[in-house]
Structure formats: structure tokens, C-alpha cells
């Protein structure tokens, strides 16, 4: 099985560069809506048929699961490995041309699935430069892709370690928090009022980017449950259970308001998930407040 999730993640190092070569020229919105009726560019489209086309080729790898996408996708021979991935997340930042990134969930179990039948998570940034965080075995990985000198598929792209132990800062600095002020429940808007004093406003717009400053900085990044959508915006297989898996191998937490975001019952493949993930205590903060 651990042959299969390297092969795994060195197909997503190799299609990265193809997926950030692809961006230009794909800034315009699809006819159709994702499952989650959200408009979808040209980009998300292209990265999810290089992902899927790639992911299930590898053996051992049993199905494809896409943000993009309403149905799993089966390869032609069973396996172990069942892939969830958001192909392009933060796209809409495109077109403001800022971060973007890309997550791969990689479970031992068909989906949808729980958090703790993952067996490694990742995402890729698309950022200044193109790096690549890898969670397995409790341990965290960053590496960098260096994608301007190897944009042809099939170069043999490397992803270049450069820290063998990410762990969140014990200092939080930075927070982010999704949605619109006047959408978030009383509960949570007191938890910010609290954290706002402390900490500094770090919003992106592209989950990758502002778990990126949460990794690097200390802090805590959420997109809560609103008033208008209880369960929040971000989806449990795709971006809830590999992000609060990532977190938690770099010693921070999450939480969907009362839990670990691993433990939340997956019922459908495309369901929504308030998720809060950062610095243990304010994360610990966070269910304390969410509770009274
Ligand atoms: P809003 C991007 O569309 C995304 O799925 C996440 O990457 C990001 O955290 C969130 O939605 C941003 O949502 O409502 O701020 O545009």
C-alpha cells in the first residue's frame, strides 16, 4: 500500500507544473455547475482530467473522487486506494490572479469515507513557487516542485524536500476566517472578537493559501458554520478530512465545532463540513465557545 501512495503523490508532483502551465488561458467560467453548484473555469476542468487520468492509472488505486465531479470514478482494476481530490482549489482567484492550490486525500476505504481512513494528504501551491506538503506516518513534508525548468510530462519531475518535519508554530500569529461577518453565528463572531485582539487578519480566499500562513505562522484558519449554511462552504472528503489531517500530523487541531474533522460520519460524497483547523488551544477555544 505504500508503494501505491507514493506513486500517488509522484503522479501529482509530476502533473503539478502541467497544471500550473494550464492556467493561462483558462480564466473562463464552464457552461455547467459542480456538484456543489459552483461555477467551475476552464482550469478547474483541465486539472481535474490530468488528476483523474493519471491517479487511476496507478495500481492499486481503486477510484477517483473529484470536487468537480458528481459520480466516483472506477478504474479498470480494483484497488485498495480510493483518491478524493479538489483539482483547483481557490479558483476563482484566478482571475485576480493570486493563490491557488490543489488536495489530494489519499483513504484506504471506497468513499465517501472517514478522516481516519486516510492514509496520507497533500496539497500543492500554487504560489511564487510551486511547493508541496505531504502528510503520512504522523509526519509533515514540504518539498518544492521546481516547475519552470520541468514542464514537460513525463521529465521525471522531482519535489525537492526542504523540511523533513513541518510543525505548527507554538506562537500563533495569524488568522483568517471565511464567510460574511453578518452571515457568522453569535457564538463564533464573540470566539473572533477574542481573536482579533490578539492575532493578525490573514485572508486569501483560497483555502491553501491561508492554511499555508497557518502552517508556517501559527494560528487559526476557519470557514465556519453561517447562518445561512450550517454546515459551511468546504467539503468534508475533499478538503475537511485532508487539510485537518495534515494539521494534526503538524501537531495543530480541527474541529468541525465539536470534533476532530477526522472523526465526522461521512454520509454523502459532496457534503459540506464547518471547518476550523490551527493551534491546538484555539482551536480548543473555538468548541469552548461554540458550546455555551
Ligand atoms: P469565499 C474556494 O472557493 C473555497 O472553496 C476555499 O478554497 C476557500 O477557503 C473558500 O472557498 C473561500 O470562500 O466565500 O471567501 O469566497
Given at each position: 500500500m505504500s508503494d501505491v501512495i507514493t506513486a500517488v503523490l509522484d503522479e501529482?508532483?509530476?502533473t503539478a507544473p502541467e497544471i500550473r502551465a494550464g492556467l493561462t488561458g483558462r480564466r473562463e467560467y464552464q457552461a455547467d455547475e459542480n456538484p456543489s453548484g459552483e461555477q467551475m473555469l476552464a482550469a478547474d476542468v483541465h486539472?481535474?482530467?490530468?488528476?483523474e487520468e493519471?491517479?487511476?492509472?496507478?495500481?492499486?488505486?481503486?477510484?477517483y473522487a473529484s470536487e468537480e465531479r458528481d459520480e466516483i470514478q472506477e478504474a479498470e482494476e480494483d484497488g485498495d486506494i480510493h483518491v478524493a481530490c479538489d483539482p483547483l482549489d481557490g479558483s476563482s482567484n484566478l482571475k485576480s490572479n493570486n493563490v491557488m492550490g490543489t488536495i489530494v486525500a489519499v483513504y484506504d476505504e471506497p468513499l465517501p469515507a472517514p478522516g481516519r481512513a486516510l492514509r496520507a494528504a497533500a496539497y500543492v501551491l500554487y504560489g511564487?513557487?510551486?511547493n508541496m506538503v505531504v502528510a503520512r506516518d504522523d509526519t509533515v513534508t514540504e518539498y518544492v516542485i521546481d516547475c519552470e525548468t520541468q514542464n514537460a510530462p513525463g521529465t521525471g519531475i522531482e519535489r525537492r524536500p526542504v523540511d523533513g518535519d513541518v510543525t505548527l508554530p507554538s506562537d500563533p500569529v495569524v488568522y483568517g476566517f471565511g464567510g460574511r461577518v453578518p452571515d457568522w453565528p453569535d457564538d463564533f463572531a464573540s470566539y473572533?472578537?477574542?481573536?482579533e485582539q490578539e492575532l493578525k487578519l490573514r485572508y486569501g480566499g483560497a483555502m491553501i493559501g491561508d492554511v499555508s500562513q497557518v502552517l508556517e505562522y501559527g494560528g487559526v484558519f476557519a470557514y465556519p458554520a453561517l447562518e445561512s449554511a450550517t454546515n459551511g462552504k468546504l467539503r468534508l472528503q475533499f478538503e475537511g478530512n485532508p487539510i485537518g489531517y495534515i494539521i494534526e500530523s503538524?501537531?495543530?487541531r480541527?474541529?468541525?465545532g465539536s470534533q476532530s474533522l477526522l472523526d465526522v460520519e461521512p454520509t454523502e460524497l459532496h457534503q459540506r463540513v464547518p471547518v476550523h483547523i490551527g493551534n491546538a488551544d484555539l482551536i480548543e477555544r473555538l468548541e469552548t465557545a461554540l458550546s455555551d
Open positions: 501529482v508532483t509530476e486539472a481535474d482530467q490530468l488528476l493519471r491517479i487511476l492509472a496507478v495500481d492499486g488505486v481503486g477510484s511564487p513557487i510551486t473572533v472578537r477574542d481573536i503538524a501537531g495543530g480541527s474541529s468541525d
